[in-house]
């Protein structure tokens, strides 16, 4: 019995001599020791190299001279004629090489034609009415990884995009001119799309094509200046509808 005593009484003391032999690093256990200091340095270099990656073949900023089509539908693209081309001039800052910071403006002219009495104008035909629209956008670009896909992908440049925008609108009323004062407001609006740049020359100039949904609150989205005074009479309900834009641009990269 008293073996037994001892042997459990000294089996903790032996055993704390026996780690007490093994090598500790005492850099594990100081309190002030960094145990990730290895994983640190991998990424801190990996970060510098993909950097100096950056600086070497990526693109700063680029500059976007723009034509292309504004379009709508519904209501609104019923009561419009498109009249090209739309303008726009755009700036972009690479953030690295798929994600990008941008803001630009945009400018496109519409027209369309009342000839008979409607709500808003009882006493006389509208007439020809034409549309001014003006926009400012800030936007965010992110570049497909196409580095496993096929060359002419790649050399494509394929990137999905959202802008906030802001779209100011003017109805100038050219049969009315003295009598009717022009409509003019903004609203805020969403543009979501893509687009592809095709290089002219590498890292310096580029043809680009950009697609874009628009989902915009105009000021007279729902006014009942247009809509018919019979059931049967001309007119539209109101004007709603949303906007497609297709930008050609020519960009610019340093």
């Known amino acids: 019995m008293k073996k037994i005593f001892l042997i459990i009484l000294f089996t903790p003391l032996i055993a704390f ?3 007490g032999d093994v090598n500790i690093n005492e850099d594990d256990l100081n309190i002030g020791g960094d145990i990730f200091n290895d994983f640190n340095e991998d990424l801190d270099s990996t970060q510098m190299m993909e950097d100096e990656r950056f600086f070497r073949y990526g693109r700063f900023f680029s500059l976007q001279l723009s ?3 504004t379009s709508f539908d519904g209501n609104r693209g019923k009561a419009y004629d498109d009249d090209p081309p739309s303008y726009g001039i755009g700036i972009n800052y690479f953030m690295d090489f798929q994600t990008t910071f941008g803001m630009g403006m945009e400018f496109s002219k519409h027209h369309f034609f009342v000839d008979e ?5 009882r006493d006389q035909a509208p007439g020809l009415v034409d ?6 956008y800030f936007s965010t670009r992110y570049y497909i990884d196409t580095s496993d896909l096929g060359t002419a992908i790649t050399y494509a440049n394929p990137y999905l995009t959202l ?3 802001y779209w100011y609108l003017t109805n100038k009323f050219r049969d009315q001119e003295g009598r009717v004062p022009n409509d003019s407001g903004g609203g805020l609006g969403l543009g979501l799309g893509g687009g592809l740049e095709f290089p002219v020359k590498i890292k310096e100039s580029y043809i680009g094509l950009e697609l ?4 915009v609150a105009f000021h007279d989205k729902y006014t009942q200046k247009y809509r018919a005074i ?22 610019i990269n340093w």
């Open 212 to 215: 874009l949904y628009h989902s």
């Open 230 to 251: 019979t059931d049967n009479g001309f007119g539209f309900e109101d004007l709603t509808g949303n906007v497609y834009t297709t930008m050609v641009s020519y960009v």
């Open 67 to 69: 034509l292309g089509l």
């Open 17 to 19: 001599a026996q780690v």
């Open 117 to 121: 009495t409607v709500n808003g104008f």
């Open 163 to 165: 802008r906030l925008e």
């Open 131 to 136: 549309v001014n629209i003006i926009r400012v």
